[in-house]
């Protein structure tokens, strides 16, 4: 019976060429196996499942390919295939988290200085170097102050900041960026289409922009999503294999808000409440929309997003409203984590989204507040100066209705203060 093998693990880059993303680094790992100039030590940095291990591992398997091809490894040859096993003599890998102590470096410091078994070199790989103790980091700098010639390191590490100056002087550094949604679009597409899976351009679209620029994230999902053993997938499948909320339901929060609906608030807090989401990931996707919604509105054209859906919910909203939206979103973010009922907080926030529309616009009503000044600011004629009135006279002052000029400042001052309530949070004024 043949077992399930992972998708991260099956498709990893068995050559350069296969190498998804990070173009600029592979091209300068090419050039130095080429020319026989690789470094001693290299360092490759960035966030998880960027192509750290997999860059160390080529780099690795070429080095001591007893059959290399220009710079690419063979795969066939006794080294390439035992590197690909994990199980290679001359290659270790260690694993920098679980093997932190001085203790650990000292054995490498002992074995480094005899040659390679097989290969030309002995090449120590050792992943999540950050969490090395300061003993260990100061006993590996011995070894790479003076490595011997036959003596490869290779380190990857999410978290640079961590590494002594004194090591990262003697590495050779690589910062591997972010892998663009277009690429793991590609990449995801392909291994669909070898494992027999139809994947809808929409789910494809949502695994990429998911995968937040990790190939491995997006690889993960659809292992998930090829689990539940349905073909085709399509969008609406997959949020709901991932426990993602349809976007059926943002849409309807779209409508509610330009009709300013408030108990929508409670209808919809209750069906993402029921549904068993994950309120943190409804969260996300909501910001998400939001953010898509800006661009739309800004005639830019999302990936992934229905065109004329968004289109439509985009007029629904002017843009100092979805800034605001955003904003709150934002912060709620810090909120809803520690917040005891969730379901109270969520349904807070829906209710404050709504509440964003207001009845006019801000163009609207800086356009009447000046309107109203400038009938102010129209000189009155001049006013004779009266006696000093007595208790009863104010007394009866008080119920004859106010002069003109009186009402307009009376109307702009309720205008105004009507204005610094609703758009509280909307401006913000120095
Ligand atoms: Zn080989």
Known sequence: MSTYQVIARKYRPQTFAEVVGQEAIVQTLKNAIEREKTAHAYLFCGTRGTGKTTLARLLAKALNCSARKGCEPCNECSSCKAIAA???????EIDGASHRGI???????????????????????????HMLTKEAFNALLKTLEEPPPHAKFFFATTEIHKIPATILSRCQRYNLGRIPEEKIEMALSRIAEDLGISLEKGALALLAELSEGSLRDGESLLDQAIAYGHNPLTENILLEILGLPSRDLF???DQAVEEGEILAAFRLGEKIYNSGKNVSHFLEEL????????????????????????KRSAARYDQGQLLH????????????????????????????IIRTKQPYSLPQLVEKLVALESRLETPAPPKEK?????RKEERVA???PPKPEESVK?????????????????????
């Open 86 to 92: 994990g199980n290679a003599i001359d290659v270790l």
């Open 103 to 129: 203790e650990d470096i000292r054995q490498i410091n002992e074995t480094v200085v005899f040659t390679p078994a097989a290969g030309k070199f002995k090449i120590y790989l050792i992943d999540e170097v």
């Open 251 to 253: 849409f309807e929060l």
């Open 287 to 310: 910001t998400l929309h939001y953010r898509a919604l800006l661009l739309t509105g800004q005639g830019v054209e999302v990936k992934g997003r229905d065109k004329v859906q968004y």
């Open 325 to 352: 939206i955003l904003e709150v979103l934002i912060e709620a973010e810090k909120v809803l984590r520690f917040a005891t009922s969730q379901r109270t907080a969520l349904e807070m926030l829906l209710l404050q």
């Open 386 to 390: 009266s006696p000093p009135a007595s």
């Open 398 to 400: 008080k119920k004859t």
């Open 410 to 430: 009376g109307r702009v001052d309720t205008l105004l203060r009507f204005a610094a309530k609703e758009l509280k949070g909307t401006l913000k004024l120095e």
